[in-house]
């Protein structure tokens, strides 16, 4: 490979990594042409950027980054996908999927500015919530204690309506 074109894959990967916020590394070394297909196309979908690199070129996009990536260094050894989302958890539930046969393994990821290491940690990435679902909760637990307040106000509304009445018309 020529050195313009080393430079350029460099340059490409360096955009990746500022382009989305989450990547992970994984090793698809076990997977048949078939099953690569399928997990591209189930990539696709839920909107994940699958690409194949060279580890050597990765770990020069890596020094070129405003981001110190030096804890992912060491999963930089054999066959190396990377996996960009631009949502943290999304890319974990899909490996988590496929991962009953051990195949494909995660080496590493970066995810909500965080270092993962190791297949170990697929199951915590997975239940990584995003920003959304983070949103939403906090919204549910905001509104609850309000719906629960007008819900009894208003099942009430007669029983206290009569209670006005009757302190109204009590003489003093």
Same mark, same amino acid.
């Given at each position: 490979?020529? @050195?313009?074109?080393?430079?350029?894959?460099?340059?490409?990967?360096?955009?990746?990594?500022?382009?989305?916020?989450?990547?992970?590394?994984?090793? +698809?070394?076990?997977?048949?042409?078939?099953?690569?297909? *399928? +997990?591209?196309?189930?990539?696709?979908?839920?909107?994940?950027?699958?690409?194949?690199?060279?580890?050597?070129?990765?770990?020069?996009?890596?020094?070129?980054?405003?981001?110190?990536?030096?804890?992912?260094? *060491?999963?930089?050894? %054999?066959?190396?996908?990377?996996?960009?989302?631009?949502?943290?958890?999304?890319?974990?539930?899909?490996?988590?999927?496929?991962? @009953?046969? %051990?195949?494909?393994?995660?080496?590493?990821?970066?995810?909500?500015? %965080?270092?993962?290491? %190791?297949?170990?940690?697929?199951?915590?990435?997975?239940?990584?919530?995003?920003?959304?679902? +983070?949103?939403?909760?906090?919204?549910?637990? +905001?509104?609850?204690?309000?719906?629960?307040?007008?819900?009894?106000?208003?099942?009430?509304?007669?029983?206290?309506?009569?209670?006005?009445?009757?302190?109204?018309?009590?003489?003093?």
């Amino acid at each position: 490979m020529r @050195k313009e074109v080393k430079d350029t894959i460099i340059v490409e990967l360096g955009k990746q990594l500022t382009a989305y916020p989450h990547f992970y590394l994984v090793d +698809l070394s076990g997977l048949n042409a078939e099953d690569t297909s *399928d +997990l591209r196309r189930k990539c696709f979908k839920k909107e994940i950027k699958l690409v194949m690199v060279k580890n050597t070129l990765l770990r020069k996009a890596f020094e070129a980054s405003d981001v110190d990536f030096e804890p992912l260094y *060491d999963s930089l050894k %054999g066959n190396t996908a990377v996996m960009f989302a631009n949502v943290a958890n999304v890319p974990g539930r899909l490996l988590k999927e496929y991962t @009953k046969e %051990g195949i494909p393994a995660l080496k590493a990821a970066y995810a909500e500015e %965080g270092f993962y290491v %190791g297949a170990d940690k697929l199951e915590e990435l997975a239940s990584l919530k995003s920003k959304n679902e +983070l949103i939403a909760e906090v919204v549910a637990l +905001l509104q609850s204690p309000a719906k629960n307040v007008i819900s009894a106000l208003q099942s009430s509304a007669g029983t206290i309506h009569g209670v006005l009445k009757t302190l109204g018309e009590r003489p003093e």
